[in-house]
């Protein structure tokens, strides 16, 4: 069975922690952070063109698109520009995009 991957948004340090420095609890890949001063971010099971992962939350720049936040919605990853449709990633947009940040560390990226 294929391992989830998270990262999160602490509010208060107001850092992005990935799910190598949390304490899992049991067997079920559960962090122990579930609090109201961290937010949640899935990884999509994609990467960019340079081979970083791509998660929820974070800042793309697209050739087509331009800077996009990638989203998820109805089941699915998504890049959102900022007077764009939704565009589902799938393995050949995301060798084509490229990470650029977060929209908690990097909201300036947006515009």
């Known amino acids: 069975m294929k391992r989830l991957k998270f990262r999160a948004y602490n509010k208060g340090s107001k850092v992005v922690i990935y799910d190598d420095d949390w304490s899992w609890f049991s067997d079920v890949y559960m962090p122990d952070i ?5 937010i949640l971010m899935q990884f999509s099971g994609l990467k960019d063109k340079y081979g970083v992962d791509i998660f929820e939350g974070d ?3 697209d050739k ?5 936040e990638v989203k ?9 520009g900022r007077n764009t449709q939704h565009f ?9 995009i490229e990470v650029c940040g977060n929209i908690y560390e990097n909201k300036g990226l947006l515009g």
């Open 88 to 96: 589902i990633i799938g393995k050949e947009r995301a060798k084509k």
């Open 59 to 61: 800042i793309v720049k």
């Open 64 to 68: 087509i698109l331009g800077i996009c």
């Open 72 to 80: 998820f919605i109805n089941a699915s990853f998504v890049i959102k």
């Open 34 to 38: 579930n609090n109201d001063y961290s």
